[in-house]
């Protein structure tokens, strides 16, 4: 049986354009995140906190004390507020903590969550050429704390953020890049 050119014709042709928009799908979104970092404007929603594992975390991990889903090195935040907003100069984030405090740190503050707002000092934008990712880093403060943030937004709008704290142990998320919302 001889194969029918008209069906081959049209399979390879099928085979070239369903293989053509995968690429334009990942070159739109590395222009989007490129144009969200360029503008200073982008929010980054966590779904996972990964906090550095101690026994203290592990016991707590063990007790059940953590969210459906969780483990004591990644917890699940589907479900509670978090950002890091960029916003020209200004980031402010509200990043719920797990992990434990090294020093400091008020009796009467009953939200732990690594919160700031303000304009960073050595705010720095890098890209890394062979994975097409931004690295972005820069140093902010608080009232009573002082944050070393690493952040690396992937060509698919995903990101990891590391947050290094004056008082507290590091802790790692994961989420994803997007517009901030209008309001």
């Known amino acids: ?28 979104t590395k222009q989007k995140l490129e144009e969200l970092v360029r503008a200073k404007s982008f929010q ?11 026994n203290s975390l592990n016991s707590i991990s063990n007790a ?26 200004t980031i402010s ?4 903590y797990f992990g434990e405090r090294q020093m400091g740190g008020a009796y009467s503050n009953s939200d732990n969550a690594i919160q700031f707002k303000g304009i960073p000092k050595n705010y720095e934008v890098m890209e890394d050429r062979k994975t097409g ?3 972005i880093s820069f140093n902010i403060n608080n009232k009573t ?30 989420g994803d890049v997007m517009s901030i919302p209008s309001e």
């Open 145 to 174: 704390e002082s944050f070393r943030v690493f952040i690396t937004l992937s060509p698919n709008l995903t990101s990891n953020i590391n947050v290094n704290s004056s008082e507290r142990f590091s802790i790692r998320y994961r």
């Open 93 to 96: 984030a509200y990043l719920p």
């Open 44 to 54: 980054i929603e966590c779904d996972w906190a990964v906090p550095l594992m101690t």
């Open 133 to 135: 990712s931004k690295e």
């Open 1 to 28: 049986m001889k194969p029918n050119f008209k069906y081959v014709v049209i399979l390879m042709a099928g085979i070239t354009i369903g293989c053509g928009t995968s690429s334009t799908t990942v070159k739109s």
């Open 64 to 89: 059940g004390f953590l969210p459906l889903g969780s483990t004591g090195n990644q917890i699940n935040l589907i479900g509670n507020p978090n950002f890091l907003k960029v916003e020209g100069d």
